[in-house]
């Protein structure tokens, strides 16, 4: 049974989906990344069904995160390399990976560790920030609707706003009327 697509979908987690959330699709970005240019590259390290890879492949093509960068005479030989769209993916990939070593780890530990190529230093934790540069805490973390946002998707996203500060005010005003010592 496969699934729908998500194409159609107005947000934006179930539209990256549609185009990576296949498991396999981003064992192939990650091998990209770490040097995989041919499709016999591919799958020996993935040890991915031929017809799986050549499927997967394509539609990275397609979606412009891989682009065929060199073809052979005979045009079966062909070799890949991320887009710009699919070097975007590295920030997911690094929390992808650096969530799997913090909860899913091996008992010997992580099987391989980011570090930064000039200096040799491994990658910190992705952290949330502002535009600014401040950092921010996950539970501090809101949705607002949108520029996109149709009246219904505004509708809920606002009532969703005014659930939490209804919240918040009772929780407040609980903490003001707790005497303590």
Known sequence: MTRSSFAHMRCSI???LDVIGEWWTLLIVREAFW???RFGEFEARLGIAPNILSQRLGR??????LEVTQTSQNGKAMAYALTDKGRDLLPVLVALTQWGDQHEALPDGPAVTLVDRATGQPLGPLR??????????????????GPGALDDERERLEALQA???????AAQAGASSDPTP
């Open 14 to 16: 179930a539209r990256s």
């Open 35 to 37: 040097g995989a240019r």
């Open 60 to 65: 990275l093509v397609a979606h412009g995160v």
């Open 128 to 145: 949330l920030s502002t535009r600014d540069g401040q950092p921010v805490a996950p539970r501090n973390v809101t949705v607002l609707p």
């Open 163 to 169: 659930r939490r500060a209804a919240r918040l005010a």
